[in-house]
């Protein structure tokens, strides 16, 4: 059997960049397209990149013009300044997820669909198990911001497997993914020399170092279908984690914490959307006992020493600045038009 | 130390158990291979600690102290001393945030003198909590705040042979409020869900439950130690359904602590709390009246009721389960009864 031909949709930001990287030595996969509104910051050997928006119904062209059988759909930001505001966030995050499932659906060399998803879903609330099983999602919630972005996203993608019953889909609820060269709210706030936390509260908090999230990834191109929550073994408390990151603690009064978080963005020191502020009330922590059992996910780094390795090997930001709009269109066009020429050529 | 003539004040608390657990809490004498001593509690007769104690029996060279790897010395990895320790983090915790560096070293001592001068606790049966694997303990809960769940964990973290923790499942309120909330996880606390419960017995923990909930500690002076509904049978179905015997618990003493004479509803539905207790001192005292008054507590483990000789999927029979729990309930009940004989006046 010939290896896999692999479309990563957010080829250009951290997580799909780097499991372009991984897949590159994978013998297993036979050929990567990358699909981004910008250029990967950094070149990788064995990447077809395709500059393509996935909420334009274009991209359906793209998925037959390559040829991939495999669709992994990293997309889905959590971090509204990246992405040029919420307004943009969520044309991205759910738009774009709908468009390029509807794409994926009329592609009929498409055997199975990677969607990235995320912890986020759970919502947060005191009393939600200690350790939060797969099927809990089932229950009502209100969501917000992100949180409701990946809990649409999951359920165009789960209505997408309803109409090809014949595609493997897998689904991955990643926790909060941390590591040397993430940028999120999350490594952010962090990294804050002093951070603000609310007094009285002390949340279990629960990582996903970037290589075992990479690592997750490449695990579902070859697991069975489902859904499965990824996160690194054990916990901290925040007020350990800042402790090992050797950060002050600043335990703020409830309300006066909101406004500072309100500061912090609008300073742009720390995005951290208000959504997700709850977090660092109640914490959130994933039972990972399905992807170690069922997709063989075995994390190389728990919780702690994700924070560790944070800590020791600081490196340089590598996501993308959010430039001018490019003319994507027409390099899309470009591009269809050489591949329509190839075409001719072997015929 | 010779302790023989010596009346000690607080000879029904330490209990000797053998010669594992020295009457003082020596340290151990050895030193890590970072060159720091180790600061284990020692367990042997020469002062070593669990992890030296063999290697200091078989010297492996000529090396005046004994050496082994940071790594081998699970609660102290860094060989530091407790507040360097928590000041860079370097502790463990578990899945559900219980705390036992904390536990041990901050929590229970801040517990010992009200548990011992305070309510003067004296505890019977707790050897009969097994020495290892899952098993689930029942209580009578009462006294207006849930001290007693407090004192029953000090009682089995210290009395017990192996020092075992309670892993207690607590309300969703608990979880709710600032301060208690992470406090109760440190101590080993869960969420009262069935998940929760389930894992925490699994990973062969005792898990704590108290039945009442808070119709036990909301209820009125007038129904002091009189069981209320023990919940819908939940902790049944769970004992039946992993097998787990169940330990009845009969706890004497937290009524008087907390005698609650009146609830005010209206201004419980304000504050969205389960009641407003009016006891003799609170809120006439304000603050002050916060505080429990000395009543002489008596904590009772009864006989593990054993699981094994059900049907496999006894848990599903409503009408067992019921049954059953109506029976753990007179249990407790019979034993309540006992106690309050037992321990005479409430205060003196």
Request: net charge neutral; with cysteine.
């Amino acid at each position: 059997m010939a290896g896999r031909r692999v479309l990563i949709t957010g080829v250009s930001r951290f997580l799909g960049l780097r499991l372009a990287k991984r897949l590159e030595a994978d013998p297993g996969v036979e050929h990567i397209v990358g699909v981004d509104l910008e250029e990967p910051p950094i070149p990788i050997q064995g990447l077809e990149f395709v500059r393509v928006d996935i909420r334009n119904p274009l991209v359906a062209r793209v998925l037959e013009a390559t040829k991939v059988d495999t669709l992994i759909h990293t997309n889905v930001a959590s971090t509204p300044g990246v992405m040029g505001g919420r307004s943009q966030m969520k044309e991205i995050n759910v738009i774009g997820t709908m468009q390029l499932l509807a794409a994926a659906q009329r592609a009929e060399r498409i055997d199975r669909v990677v969607v990235k998803s995320s912890a986020a879903i759970y919502g947060t609330h005191p009393a939600e198990p200690s350790l939060i099983p797969e099927d809990y999602a089932s229950r009502p919630v209100s969501l917000h911001g992100y949180a409701k972005d990946c809990a649409e996203a999951e359920q165009y993608t789960r209505n997408f497997g309803r109409r090809r019953p014949d595609v493997d889909l897998v689904i991955l609820r990643t926790q909060n993914v941390v590591g040397p060269t993430v940028k999120t709210s999350m490594t952010r706030f962090l990294n804050l020399p002093v951070a603000p936390t609310a007094l009285g509260f002390d949340p279990r908090l629960q990582f996903l170092h970037e290589e075992d999230a990479v690592e997750a990834l490449a695990l579902a191109l070859n697991g069975p279908r489902g859904i499965y929550n990824i996160a690194d073994e054990g916990v901290v408390y925040l007020s350990q984690a800042l402790r090992l990151l050797g950060k002050v603690e600043l335990p703020l009064f409830v309300p006066v914490a909101t406004t500072a978080a309100n500061l912090l963005r609008r300073f742009k020191i720390v995005d951290f959307p208000t959504d997700q502020l709850k977090l660092l009330l109640f914490g959130r922590v994933l039972d990972i006992t399905r992807a170690r059992e069922q997709l063989g996910f075995a994390p190389r780094y728990t919780t702690r020493e994700t924070l560790l390795d944070m800590r020791d090997h600081p490196a340089e930001d590598y996501t993308p600045e959010p430039n001018a709009r490019p003319t994507w269109e027409q390099e899309l066009f470009e591009y269809l038009r050489r591949r329509n020429q190839e075409k001719e050529l072997t015929r | 130390m010779a302790d023989a003539e010596v009346i000690r004040l607080d000879a029904r608390v330490r209990r000797p158990s053998g010669p594992s657990r020295p009457q003082a809490r020596m340290r151990c004498r050895a030193t890590t291979s970072t060159g720091r001593p180790c600061r284990n509690y020692a367990v042997s007769d020469e002062g070593f600690c669990k992890v030296h104690a063999s290697q200091a029996r078989h010297p492996s060279s000529s090396e005046p102290t004994v050496r082994i790897s940071p790594a081998a010395d699970e609660h102290d990895p860094e060989g530091d001393g407790f507040v360097r320790r928590r000041a860079r983090g370097s502790y463990e915790i578990d899945d559900f945030g219980y705390d036992r560096d904390l536990s041990r070293e901050v929590l229970l001592p801040l517990t010992r003198p009200l548990y011992e001068r305070y309510f003067r606790v004296r505890t019977f049966g707790v050897d009969r909590i097994p020495n290892h694997g899952p098993a689930l303990l029942v209580g009578n809960h009462s006294g207006t705040v849930a001290i007693d769940a407090v004192m029953v964990n000090f009682a089995v973290a210290t009395e017990h042979p192996m020092e075992r923790p309670v892993r207690n499942v607590g309300a969703d309120l608990v979880y709710q409020l600032p301060f208690i909330s992470h406090l109760a996880r440190k101590t080993g606390a869960a969420v009262a869900r069935d998940e929760d419960a389930l894992e925490l017995l699994r990973r062969g923990e005792l898990v704590g439950v108290y039945p009442e909930g808070f119709k036990g500690v909301g209820k009125g002076w007038r129904e002091r130690y009189k069981l209320q509904r023990f919940g819908r049978g939940g902790f049944m179905e769970l004992a039946l359904q992993m097998r787990v015997p169940i330990i009845p618990v009969a706890i004497v003493g937290a009524e008087e602590a907390f005698p609650m004479i009146a609830n005010v509803k209206p201004l419980a539905n304000l504050l969205r709390l389960p009641y407003f207790p009016i006891t003799p001192t609170f809120p006439l005292l304000g603050p002050l009246g916060m505080l429990p008054l000395p009543s002489r507590w008596l904590i009772e483990f009864g006989s593990p009721i054993p699981m094994d000789d059900y049907p496999d999927d006894a848990a599903e029979d409503a009408m067992l389960v019921f049954d059953l729990a109506d029976r753990v309930r007179d249990t407790i009940q019979q034993m309540l009864y006992r106690n309050l004989q037992r321990r005479g006046p409430a205060f003196f």
